[in-house]
């Protein structure tokens, strides 16, 4: 099925459709043109995975909204079950995870670390992107991310997504994570700019 042709049979469907997909070409980077729409089509076996990690609950709800806007169009999964069957049967992947001591947090490399070998090779040019949660910093874990997602040869479709929880003594760093209904709308932004980005295979 052609996504804005054959969907957007009437006009205000067709205009609801276009605008769903210049917020796509906000959030990633495509150069959204409409006449390209024509030529898009939905694939929805084309899932994103996302892979989340959360000690204090931060990252955990920054999956959540990303999911939420996602919608079906993803599947979620703790970094801990993550194996290399989830990230082949994926077509895209947004990893998701705090900074621990300057790196991402321990349960998120194991991932990669499981993962890396049985699925190098094999996943090459899908899309991805990071959301890090972090106390002040967060672009160690992203950096890390980036690396190993360099020697997938995976590509980055979205800018370094980084929610800042202003926790940066032990008492605020132990205690659990509300994130901003600001910061929560950029991760659902993402989820449905990337989901809709891989169904369509635009990236
Ligand atoms: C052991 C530990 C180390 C941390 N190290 C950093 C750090 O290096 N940089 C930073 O910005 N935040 C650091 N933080 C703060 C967390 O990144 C922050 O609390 C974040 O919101 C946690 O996300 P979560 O709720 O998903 O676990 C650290 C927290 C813990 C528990």
């Known amino acids: 099925m052609r996504y804005a042709e054959d969907m957007g049979q009437c006009a205000g469907c067709h205009g609801a459709i276009l605008a769903r997909l210049r917020r796509i070409a906000n959030v990633c980077r495509i150069d959204f043109q409409p006449e390209q729409a024509k030529r898009w089509r939905m694939d929805p076996a084309g899932k994103l995975l996302i892979v989340w990690h959360s000690r204090t609950g931060a990252s955990r709800a920054m999956a959540e909204a990303a999911a939420a806007g996602a919608a079906t169009a993803a599947r979620v999964a703790g970094a801990e079950h993550v194996m290399p069957a989830d990230l082949l049967a994926a077509a895209g992947y947004l990893f998701v995870c705090p900074e621990n001591l300057a790196s991402m947090s321990g349960a998120m490399k194991e991932m990669f670390d499981r993962c890396?070998?049985?699925v190098l090779g094999r996943i090459e040019g899908r899309p991805y992107a990071t959301a890090i949660a972090a106390g002040s910093d967060g672009e160690g874990a992203q950096h890390q991310i980036d690396r190993i997602a360099t020697g997938w040869r995976l590509r980055r479709v979205a800018?370094?997504?980084i929610v800042c929880t202003q926790a940066q003594d032990m008492a605020a760093i132990l205690a659990p994570k509300t994130v901003t209904?600001?910061?929560?709308a950029?991760?659902?932004?993402?989820?449905?700019a990337l989901a809709t980005g891989i169904a369509l295979g635009v990236f």
């Open 116 to 118: 890396y070998y049985p």
């Open 159 to 161: 800018e370094p997504l």
């Open 186 to 192: 950029r991760c659902r932004e993402l989820g449905e």
């Open 181 to 184: 209904p600001e910061d929560l």
